[in-house]
């Protein structure tokens, strides 16, 4: 079975780094995209960015390009999304997605919900 | 990139069908015959649902099917059931390895 297994929660204060998870099994790992997606509260859906993991080449949303980092680690299947300094306005559940091509995001991962408050 | 169009909201009774309409422009859903479309039940993750505009994955129901004229995209549930309840977003490829999502349509079943 194809799943994608994200690290958990987190409570953060402004200021402070984070990097959260997402492992992929079940699947050969380099042979796949792995997008992130953000979900604010009560909001829609937003693509933030994509990462091949046999080559580490990363294509960022614009809206998200030098405010977060994507990277991957294929010895260990596990795509990473991180903060050097997170704000309140990065409270939101993250999602990590495989693609099976340019058509989708299947399957996604559970979410990780990353909570930032003083 | 700015996010497509969505309706905010749509209802239906179980048995009707009801549309579901994605308006984006000439660089993303109007280049590319690559919209899909995703299921999300509150608390849970999305669930792809239709791709590449009318092609359904294995195992979703053939209730929902999809289509695509100009620069909109729709996506049609037929025979309305209770369980459809939940938000759906439209994603489109915008080109250059990038995609760009709807807002969401929050469907009741009435």
């Known amino acids: 079975e194809v799943q994608l297994v994200q690290s958990g929660a987190e409570v953060k204060k402004p200021g402070e780094s984070l990097s959260i998870s997402c492992k992929g099994s079940g699947y050969s790992f380099t042979s796949y995209w792995i997008s992130w997606l953000r979900q604010m509260p009560g909001k829609g859906l937003e693509w933030m960015g994509k990462?091949?993991?046999?080559?580490?080449?990363?294509n960022y949303s614009p809206s998200f390009q030098g405010h977060v980092t994507i990277s991957a680690d294929k010895s260990i299947s596990t795509a990473y999304l991180q903060w050097s300094s997170l704000k309140a306005s990065d409270t939101a559940i993250y999602y990590c997605a495989r693609h099976p091509g340019p058509e989708s995001f299947d399957p996604w991962g559970q979410g990780t919900l990353v909570t930032v408050s003083s | 990139q700015s996010a497509l169009t969505q309706p905010a909201s749509v209802s239906g009774s179980p048995g009707q069908s009801i549309t579901i309409s994605c308006t984006g422009t000439?660089?993303?859903?109007?280049?590319?015959?690559?919209v899909s479309w995703y299921q999300q039940h509150p608390g849970k993750a999305p669930k792809v649902m239709i791709y590449?505009?009318?092609k359904r994955p294995s195992g979703v129901s053939n209730r929902f099917s999809g289509s695509k004229s100009g620069n909109t995209a729709s996506l049609t549930i037929s025979g309305l059931q209770a369980e459809d309840e939940a938000d759906y977003y439209c994603c489109s490829y915008a080109g250059s390895s990038t995609w760009v999502f709807g807002g969401g349509t929050k469907l009741t079943v009435l």
């Open positions: 990462i091949d993991p046999s080559d580490s080449y990363i």
């Open positions: 000439s660089s993303d859903v109007g280049s590319y015959n690559l």
């Open positions: 590449e505009g009318s």
